[in-house]
T-cell receptor
Framework: NAGVTQTPKFRVLKTGQSMTLLCAQDMNHEYMYWYRQDPGMGLRLIHYSVGEGTTAKGEVPDGYNVSRLKKQNFLLGLESAAPSQTSVYFC???????????FGPGTRLTVT | AQSVTQPDIHITVSEGASLELRCNYSYGATPYLFWYVQSPGQGLQLLLKYFSGDTLVQGIKGFEAEFKRSQSSFNLRKPSVHWSDAAEYFCAARFYNQGGKLIFGQGTELSVKP
């Protein structure tokens, strides 16, 4: 099993550009999460999904959109990137019967 | 709002010395508690977790943590630190009725002196 994978690993965007981050998991997990990690702030939840076709807002959802069209994939979109979105983005997943979340390796995004 | 606090942003210990990283959660019903480690450039790996029962839990890589309800704490310990333990450590909590979401502390960066 590959576990949780994220694409791409690194990306540089100019202000106003758009992009989509892809998270894929092969563990048949129902729940998937997107976090951002900033120095001194830990991980903060952006959006999450409790199942295919469902999404919900987390702690810091503004400026992001998500979709979960397939159970194994969770996409995070930035429609118009801003420098404040420079961060490391982590995806995580878990099964309905567990409380542990499994994390991907992260995507480092820089917005100039 | 429910929260998790790691009071120490950065800790330096000598190799072979003991380690304790502090974690406190906001008062209320006991949440499920986790410690994750993040090596440079890597994702987060679960070290250990506490749901109920024995308040001293053992994890991977020789780590353990003790839950103390009276102090709302879940401190991480290791008797003898190795250079490879240098990393960032995150405490996280899953509070009741929060849809399974994890609340993370700010993280503690551990440096190990030779």
């Amino acid at each position: 099993n590959a576990g949780v994978t994220q694409t791409p690993k690194f990306r540089v965007l100019k202000t106003g550009q758009s992009m989509t981050l892809l998270c894929a998991q092969d563990m048949n997990h129902e729940y998937m999460y997107w976090y951002r990690q900033d120095p001194g702030m830990g991980l903060r939840l952006i959006h999450y999904s409790v199942g295919e076709g469902t999404t919900a807002k987390g702690e810091v959802p503004d400026g992001y959109n998500v979709s979960r069209l397939k159970k194994q994939n969770f996409l995070l979109g930035l429609e118009s990137a801003a420098p404040s979105q420079t961060s490391v983005y982590f995806c995580a997943s878990r099964s309905g019967g567990e409380y542990e979340q499994y994390f991907g390796p992260g995507t480092r995004l820089t917005v100039t | 709002a429910q929260s998790v606090t790691q009071p120490d942003i950065h800790i330096t210990v000598s190799e072979g010395a003991s380690l304790e990283l502090r974690c406190n959660y906001s008062y209320g019903a006991t949440p499920y508690l986790f410690w994750y480690v993040q090596s440079p450039g890597q994702g987060l790996q679960l070290l250990l977790k506490y749901f109920s029962g024995d308040t001293l839990v053992q994890g991977i890589k020789g780590f353990e943590a003790e839950f103390k309800r009276s102090q709302s704490s879940f401190n991480l310990r290791k008797p003898s630190v190795h250079w490879s333990d240098a990393a960032e450590y995150f405490c996280a909590a899953r509070f009741y009725n929060q849809g399974g979401k994890l609340i993370f502390g700010q993280g503690t960066e551990l440096s190990v002196k030779p």
